[in-house]
């Protein structure tokens, strides 16, 4: 069921399911995808008992930006404030997050910067990055991350632009062994890169990570309050790929002593870079029994 609430930025589009007064789990996905990337797992959850609220991020989908003149910031600081905001607006003083890949990346920040508000975090394809710093990887990740250089070209970034749909199925090509998805699911996804600010969203997310790219100022001082954090507190579960061709294993490991209020690492064997729709039953298991 699609719903939709305005906040002081956005009109939010989200998907809920389960019983409404199971508790509440935010269902953030990652790029390039939308919400149906937990069409599988979310059922699983609604039988556990949870009650699920999956968002179209901002830039995806039906999620629309009020303002034709507000910035289109795609940082991770601007993903956890719109889930807050559309928490505030359900009524949500406490809730769960599993994010995939960007999703990920907004829940660690979620726990980061709100644990009063957060229960507990699962992350998938993604790990923590201690104070929400992007350094430069290896030569070996370098190679990996060959389409986050390719946009920080503007004649790259105007490529991406004209074609949204083209660019994201290079991703779903590769970062994951073969046979995970068909053209039509595809296809029904990519629907979601036809929103208008996909591309500038898509840009500034990452574009912003190398180079000086315009931002909202009205984030700026999460981004700082980040900037000082390295340690987690919420009760946190890593979801990790085992063939993950964009983000693999050796990526997310290591990071035990930054979280504080516990933390465990579940690598899925013979799985890429998209866990929900690649292993939704492992998936689903892991997080019902980290969020009982």
Not at 87 to 97: G, H, M, N, Q, T
Not at 166 to 189: H, K, L, N, V
Not at 253 to 275: A, C, K, S
Request: hydrophobic share 40%.
């Amino acid at each position: 069921m699609i719903e939709r609430v305005k906040t002081d930025v956005l009109e939010i589009s989200y998907e809920t399911g389960g019983p409404r007064d199971g508790p509440p789990v935010f269902l953030l996905h990652g790029w390039p995808d939308d919400v149906r990337a937990w069409r599988t797992v979310a059922p699983k959850l609604h039988a556990a008992g949870f009650s699920t609220i999956a968002p179209y991020l901002r830039g995806f989908g039906p999620t629309r930006f009020l303002s034709a003149h507000t910035v289109r910031d795609g940082r991770g600081v601007a993903l956890a404030q719109d889930v807050i905001d559309l928490a505030d607006s359900l009524e949500f003083k406490r809730f769960s997050v599993v994010g995939h890949d960007w999703g990920a990346r907004g829940a660690y920040q979620l726990a980061s910067l709100f644990p009063g508000r957060v229960s507990r975090v699962v992350g998938i394809a993604l790990a923590m990055q201690p104070r929400g710093e992007f350094r430069i990887p290896s030569f070996a990740q370098s190679h990996r991350f060959w389409y986050q250089w390719f946009m920080t070209l503007d004649q790259g970034a105007a490529a991406v632009a004209n074609d949204p749909k083209g660019f994201s199925r290079i991703q779903w090509d590769t970062w994951s062994p073969p046979g995970w998805f068909d053209d039509a699911e595809f296809d029904e996804t990519a629907k979601s890169f036809e929103n208008p600010d996909w591309s500038a969203i898509t840009l500034n997310g990452y574009r912003g990570r190398w180079k000086p790219e315009p931002f909202d100022a009205r984030y700026d001082a999460l981004q700082s309050r980040l900037s000082a954090t390295d340690t987690i507190a919420v009760p946190t579960l890593m979801i990790q790929g085992g063939a993950d061709e964009c983000d693999p294993p050796s990526e997310s490991e290591g990071l035990e002593r930054h979280f504080t209020g516990g933390y465990e690492r579940i690598v899925l064997d013979g799985i890429g870079h998209f866990p929900p729709r690649e292993a939704p039953d492992d998936v689903a298991r892991a997080v019902i029994a980290h969020l009982r």
